[in-house]
């Protein structure tokens, strides 16, 4: 069997959680099934992950996919012609995205349809334009996955088309999350956040984060415990609202708020690692990796009671309204005045945890896999 994987986001240094998804996921696949040739198709030949063995072969095809309408035309043009010309049986789309019309069959991986719920969190136009093409793919695809149950049912329901079609792939995380030692955690804590403990939060600055009330929440939560606890948020500020930077100039707190913005991955591992306790009030998140890798660092969590995060963190976090600052920043007082719920959170999240294995991904998206060419 050809297999050809579009691995556009294998970007060296700056994979996000699809890219991540990809790289683990195909990683396995490959050394699994050595009787596959697995065809990755990149749009550029410089600052990629590579996964090299016997039965991969790394195909280059222009344009670099800088812009949405370059998207379109490499997979349209480029894509397209070099599928229909190798004879591939299935292409596979770990970030969603396929050619209009399909010569092969095709499994695409929709994350979360963020767009569809919140159009206007991204650049004017942007989301109408996502949401139109995605609801096109999930109809054209022979087979959708998706990353959570509630994906699964979100992308269903909002698109019309049967729960069957959908396979639920769960994320898995980095298995360099993981506990370290008091040495370590000090001299992180000494280079980021002046030696004292810290609340953390990591993803992209984008509005669906909710990183405005997030900021309100610990402002709060300085004015009522005067405790010396720090915020440290790695992430960069993509389409950072100008009402969000006013809100951040109007704490009173500020100084206390600290932006790392893009880490390399050891200093990451690390700063999860050394962290008091994670903060991911997002309004939204197909999964949300980040809980995840909390929990291997053995680090408690607060997370939404929304989308798929309940689903994720199942009883091992403190869950709360998303659109309620109080209830954030309760949460941040409980976590750093209580530490009979923390250590039971710790425990339970590492539990948790050995549910979400990039093992188990690479599991479920073979089945899918099978199932696509049935």
């Given amino acids: ?209 909710n990183i405005a009330r997030m900021l309100l929440a610990f402002d709060a939560f300085k004015k009522q415990s005067k405790h010396p606890l720090k915020f440290v948020i790695a992430g960069r500020a993509i389409w950072w609202s100008n009402e969000t930077k006013d809100l951040y100039e109007s704490l009173q707190y500020k100084q206390d708020v600290i932006f790392t913005n893009r880490v390399t991955n050891e200093e990451l591992y690390k700063l999860m690692a050394s962290a008091h306790a994670l903060v991911y009030a997002s309004l939204f998140e197909g999964f949300g990796i980040p809980i995840v890798e909390a929990m291997q660092c053995h680090i408690p969590v607060i997370t939404s009671n929304v989308s798929s995060m309940p689903e994720i963190a199942g009883d091992a976090a403190l869950l709360v309204d998303p659109t309620n600052t109080n209830e954030i920043t309760v949460a941040m007082e409980t976590l750093a005045s209580n530490s009979t719920v923390r250590n039971k959170l710790i425990e339970a999240g590492a539990a948790r945890a050995a549910l979400f294995t990039w093992q188990r991904t690479a599991t479920l998206l073979w089945e899918s896999i099978q199932k696509t060419m049935r």
């Fill in 1 to 209: 069997m050809k297999i050809a994987v579009n691995t556009r986001l294998l970007l060296t240094g700056k994979m996000d959680g699809i890219g991540k998804f990809t790289y683990e996921s195909f990683r396995l696949l490959v050394a699994q099934h050595p009787d596959v040739h697995f065809y990755f198709l990149y749009d550029r030949k410089s600052g990629i992950e590579k996964i090299e063995s016997k039965n991969v072969t790394h195909i280059f095809l222009d344009p670099v996919t800088r812009h949405p309408w370059l998207l379109q035309w490499w997979l349209n043009f480029s894509v397209r012609r070099w599928l229909a010309k190798h004879k591939i049986d299935l292409f596979v789309s770990p970030d969603g995205w396929l050619p209009n019309k399909s010569i092969c069959k095709t499994l695409t991986v929709i994350h979360d349809i963020n767009f569809y719920h919140y159009p206007q969190k991204l650049r004017w136009g942007w989301g109408a334009w996502y949401n139109r093409k995605f609801k096109e793919y999930a109809h054209q695809a022979t087979r959708v996955a998706s990353v959570s149950e509630f994906s699964k049912s979100d992308i269903a329901s909002a698109y019309n088309i049967s729960l069957q079609k959908i396979d639920v792939v769960y994320n898995g995380a980095d298995i360099r999350f993981a506990p370290i030692s008091d040495s370590d955690k000090a001299k992180i804590k000494q280079q980021y956040s002046q030696g004292e403990d810290y609340f953390f939060f990591i993803g992209s600055l984008y509005e669906r984060k």
